[in-house]
């Protein structure tokens, strides 16, 4: 890169984890001098809102199956892991100690996490709860969406970058606002399946169901492994306005894209959680609140790549809804630089610092592309 800052534009679409977190890095960029403006549906004060993933995560890390397959996951994990851990001295991330529980007989050589990770041991077996036949203790790592989310939009807001409340549903109503120099970042999650010139049908949902609780006597993260839609899990996690508060789940149900409450599955998480934690039967615990939210789950990974979108959109079936800005042959041969961003699953917040430095090293590069072609 050249000691001259370059400018350019960049547009975010997605407010979620993913979308603040490359709005981020890119705010804070040495090399280029980035115009961020974030455009989203939801944004982060719409914490209730179930039309998106990021208020609803467990929020920690954990071990994830994709990371043992995928280098490029783990190289994600790690990153995070890393940064995450850097920041616990600022209150927003909270020092987790973990218990992993499984029915599988394992060694800590077994683990493809196990350097990822901070102080891991196999517990005793006096110390492992019946059924399960293995105790995995560890440290790691939480943080609270509700307070980590406003923060990372208020670093944004105070380095110049604007939010704008905006339901996208095609790729051409950006044309104008990301310009014909300018790259999209596209973080829409779920969205992306169905926002017309992206329409990705490898994007599916995964149901959640949790249930947050005050209860002051829980002091570490308890797991269960699971092979079944019903998952056992207590996170705890930090919190300056609102402390010793925990995470109970949950379920995952694939393909399902019901967002009603079910207390029957309410009742069966809180049962089996205060089996591991009796301490939440006591008086001083009590329920604040229950959530229902959609992992955005895609075939095949996350998908993070570049890919170059001509617009005007055309479509085989012709019913592109006109955005109001008027067609010329210029227009035809415009295109759009985009980067896309989504499809993390249940694993947004555990991937977000080390897919966002992936996404930002895509858009520097067709930065310097893009300045060498002008030169030439």
Same mark, same amino acid.
């Given at each position: ?13 997605? +407010? ?25 549906? %939801? ?34 994990? %790690? ?22 529980? @499984? ?42 969406? +509700? %307070? ?8 944004? =807001? ?14 051409? %109503? ?12 596209? +973080? ?7 926002? =017309? ?61 019901? @967002? ?13 959680? +205060? ?11 009590? =329920? ?89």
């Amino acid at each position: 890169m050249s000691t001259t800052k370059a400018e350019q534009s960049l547009v975010v679409l997605g +407010a979620g984890v993913l979308g603040l977190t490359i709005a981020y890095l890119a705010a804070l960029d040495d090399d280029v001098s980035f115009n961020v403006r974030v455009i989203a549906r %939801e944004l982060p004060e719409d914490t209730d809102s179930q039309g998106w993933a990021s208020p609803y995560a467990g929020a920690n890390w954990s071990p994830m199956e994709l990371g043992g397959r995928d280098e490029r996951v783990r190289k994600w994990e %790690e990153k995070t892991f890393n940064k995450l851990w850097d920041m616990i001295p600022t209150g927003l991330v909270k020092l987790l100690p973990t218990r992993l529980y @499984t029915a599988q007989r394992k060694t800590i050589s077994d683990l493809w996490w196990k350097d990822l990770v901070q102080n891991i041991r196999i517990l005793s077996p006096s110390d492992v709860p019946e059924p399960f036949k293995v105790g995995v203790a560890f440290d790691t790592v939480s943080v609270n969406p +509700a %307070e980590y989310l406003p923060w990372l939009q208020s670093e944004l =807001i105070s380095r110049g970058v604007t939010f704008e409340r905006r339901h996208v549903r095609s790729l051409d %109503e950006l044309r104008s606002l990301v310009g014909p120099d300018g790259i999209l970042v596209n +973080a829409s999650s779920l969205g992306s399946r169905s926002i =017309i010139g992206v329409e990705d049908t490898k994007l599916y949902p995964v149901r959640g169901q949790s249930i947050l609780v005050h209860a002051p006597g829980l002091q570490e993260c308890l797991l269960v492994e699971s092979g079944t839609e019903e998952v056992t899990y207590i996170i705890p996690r930090p919190g300056k306005g609102q402390s010793d508060t925990a995470i109970l789940g949950g379920v995952f149900q694939f393909r399902n894209w019901d @967002t009603s409450l079910d207390m029957q599955i309410a009742r069966g998480i809180f049962d089996r959680c +205060a089996a591991l934690a009796p301490c939440l039967k006591s008086a001083e615990s009590r =329920i604040l609140k229950h959530n229902v939210g959609l992992r955005p789950e895609r075939e095949g990974g996350p998908r993070v790549e570049l890919e170059r979108i001509a617009l005007p959109l055309q479509s085989t079936h012709d019913l592109i809804p006109w955005n109001g800005s008027p067609t010329s042959d210029r227009d035809c041969e415009q295109s759009m630089l985009v980067v896309h961003a989504y499809g993390f699953g249940p694993a947004g917040f555990q991937r977000s610092w080390g897919a966002a430095e992936e996404v930002l090293e895509l858009v520097k590069a067709q930065v310097v592309l893009n300045r060498n072609i002008r030169e030439t």
